[in-house]
């Protein structure tokens, strides 16, 4: 069994490379920018996941540590004349100003946008974590509103609300669905390790956890870290697919996006927050429509900025209050249940000819864990 | 830098201090009571001046009659937003009810936007906050004093609630152990609809004022203002009312020292106060008055 699902594994993870080789010189821009923004979606919330969902700790910080790593990639990559025409107002200060890193180190970059990012979540993380409570939520948005301050007053790093532009773009498909595969891989064998069933243990009940010896500042750490890395990865991307990085870019708003992507797919399951990221990022382009002006026929209606987050907000109260699970709930998708599904709609429907089925609930692929 | 000066800015400080302790005496009461930060708190304190606006501004109601009917509306919305979205989550996970309250903030922000509009609204000042009086050769203007004046005496009334009516007593016995109380025969949901009712009052009377003080409003004006207030709650000791109360004036009179007297990092105050929120986070978690909070198992 084990042996058939890891090279079922290898052989998706081989179609995937397939197609992104395919994919990336012949589809047209429009749609090869959606699918960018899904996959960096799937690195942003998978790793989101992990600390609200996994581990049950209420972070609203991935906007902060994106900011962190959509600036550091932009610092790294950003062509020198390009460094001092973006740079008017006030002078880029050292080393940055003297360096910029050649497209083969983009990879580095990538790293050291999170590991920067990383830095920050020890910065929040280490005082609120060790604390019963909910001070990591009012601490993480309190970051993100900080970073954003700093952002727009650092005028000779981040050259303030102006932003960076003139970012190279190299964000293309192959490294937005690669890191995206990467994030996917490293959270889920991290869930499935004894770290991952601690983290789990702390969601349920910190008290239960901690007298079975779990350390719990450790573990509830550790996955704060681990999602701030790829949250800052992610934010090196975002920097790299639109080519300009300001403030704005990183405010609330992002760390809402992803909050509704893992509650619609269900706080704690991989599975739910990448089909969702994918979901959501589609989503967002078809309610851009909802933005436009329009004109039916004789009668102009005008576009409303704006709706499109009074839309999300009201779903996700909707969500929390009459669909807590989300899509998968907990579960994960997995071979053994892919395999196991002909069979249980063989069965649902054997069952509803005789009557047995009161309700549609609970038939799905959700019920098996990996 | 001379004595008068300093007293100036102190006195600068405890007026916007005594505004933060407004509204962090909501996020404390509520999270005495249910654990819950109420992210929607700072954007209650955004309606309320976004009623007086259109009240006294547009409807040209009396001062105040307009402002009455604003605190009352903002309690009404606030009693409506436990109501809809805090109350049927009261035996979910904790999380499920953090993250409504992030939905209903961000609901009410971009509704804001999109209804009351993004561009910032000038907001209208009675006579006597703008006259100018002279003080042993200082003169000061009248929100200067007015505002601290009407903050104690909205202090002093809500310590006479909490401490000295029946339904004080019964929010005090809510947050010290809700299932006892409820034991008592106390209707636990009508005490926490009053709480939250009294709360965004409180909110939105230091809404408005802070509106007399910086005449601008716009549909974000609650966040920052909201978040400061809540770590002015966490200074004090989360679930204390006085520790908000003393929190709220720490954060003001910090605020404005840093403007005043470092003026080169003024663009950075907002960073001093999460500074103060880490720092306490790590060094004094319970804050000056906060106790432990006990562990339920």
């Known amino acids: 069994m084990k042996e058939r699902n890891f090279r079922l594994n290898l052989a998706l993870i081989v179609l995937i490379a397939l197609s992104v080789w395919w994919a990336k010189d012949r589809l047209n821009p429009y749609i090869l920018r959606v699918l960018n923004t899904a996959a ?6 998978v790793s989101y996941n992990l600390v609200n969902g996994v581990t049950g700790q209420f972070s609203l910080g991935p906007n902060a540590f994106m900011a962190l790593g959509g600036f550091t990639v932009a610092l790294l990559m950003l062509p020198l004349p390009q460094k001092e025409m973006v740079y008017f107002l006030q002078p880029l200060i050292w080393p940055f100003n003297s360096f910029s890193l050649p497209q083969w180190l983009f990879g580095l970059s990538l790293i050291l946008a999170g590991l920067v990012a990383t830095a920050g979540a020890f910065i929040v ?17 309190g970051f993100g509103e900080i970073v ?3 952002a727009n007053n ?4 981040t050259n303030g609300a102006l932003g960076i532009k003139g970012i190279p773009e190299y964000s293309t498909l192959p490294w937005t669905v690669g890191c995206a595969v990467i994030t996917v891989l490293f959270i889920r064998n991290l869930v499935n390790s004894s770290y991952g069933r601690a983290m789990k243990a702390i969601r349920e009940d910190e008290v239960a956890a901690e007298a079975m010896g779990i350390n719990l500042f450790r573990h509830k750490m550790l996955a704060f870290a681990v999602s701030a890395f790829f949250a800052g990865v992610s934010g090196g991307l975002l920097a790299t697919l639109i080519t300009t990085v300001s403030p704005s870019l990183f405010m609330f708003t992002m760390t809402f996006n992803l909050l509704i992507i893992i509650v619609l797919g269900g706080l704690g399951s991989i599975t739910g927050s990448t089909v969702t990221a994918i979901i959501f990022a589609v989503l967002q382009e078809l309610l851009r429509e909802v933005e436009a002006p329009r004109t039916i026929g004789p009668i102009h209606i005008p576009g409303i900025t704006g709706m499109r987050m009074i839309v999300f907000s009201i779903m996700l109260i909707l969500l929390m209050l009459f669909y807590r699970r989300g899509l998968f709930g907990k579960g994960e998708a997995s071979w053994d249940g892919l395999f196991a599904l002909p069979g249980r709609v063989r069965e649902f429907f054997e069952r509803l000819r005789r009557k047995e089925v009161k309700s549609w609930t609970r038939t799905g692929i959700e019920s098996h864990d990996q | 830098m001379d ?16 505004l933060y302790a407004l509204i962090a005496i909501g996020y404390t009461m509520v999270y005495g009571i249910l654990r819950l930060i109420n992210f929607a708190h700072g954007d209650v304190f955004m309606l309320a001046t976004y009623f007086a606006y259109y009240l006294v501004g547009i409807y040209m109601l009396p001062w105040w009659l307009g402002i009455t009917l604003a605190v009352l509306l903002a309690a009404l919305v606030g009693m409506s937003i436990d109501r809809v979205a805090y109350r049927p989550l009261r035996n979910a996970p904790r999380i499920s009810a953090l993250i409504t ?3 209903v903030s961000f609901l009410l922000e971009n509704g804001g936007i999109v209804v009351l509009g993004a561009r910032p609204k000038g907001f209208p000042r009675p006579e006597i906050m703008g006259k100018v009086y002279t003080l042993a050769g200082a003169s000061i203007i009248g929100v200067s004093v007015w505002v601290p004046v009407l903050t104690l005496l909205i202090l002093a009334a809500l310590l006479f609630i909490v401490y000295r009516t029946k339904i004080g007593a019964a929010m005090r016995a809510v947050s010290t152990d809700m299932e006892t109380t409820r034991l008592m025969g106390v209707d636990i949901d009508r005490v926490i609809s009053f709480t ?10 230091g809404g408005i004022m802070w509106a007399f003080k910086f005449p601008q409003i716009n549909p974000l004006m609650g ?3 909201g978040w400061k207030a809540f770590t002015a709650a966490v200074v004090g000791g989360i679930g204390n009312i006085i520790g908000a109360m003393l929190g709220g004036l720490v954060i003001g009179i910090v605020e404005i020292m840093i403007v005043a007297f470092l003026p080169w990092l003024s663009g950075y105050k907002d960073a001093f106060v999460f500074i103060i929120l880490i720092a306490f986070l790590l060094f004094k978690p319970t804050g000056f008055l906060g106790e432990p909070l006990k562990e339920k198992v």
């Open chain 1, 40 to 45: 960096i979606y799937i690195v942003a919330a």
């Open chain 2, 101 to 103: 309250a992030v939905g």
């Open chain 2, 223 to 225: 966040i920052l203002p």
């Open chain 2, 3 to 18: 004595l008068s000066t300093f007293i100036q800015q102190l006195l600068n400080g405890i007026s916007l201090g005594g």
């Open chain 1, 148 to 150: 954003i301050v700093l």
């Open chain 1, 154 to 157: 650092a005028i000779s790093i």
């Open chain 1, 125 to 141: 993380g280490v005082p609120c974590l060790r604390l019963r409570g909910d001070y990591l939520a009012i601490a993480t948005f």
């Open chain 2, 196 to 205: 939250f009712a009294l709360g965004s009052a409180l909110a939105a009377a």
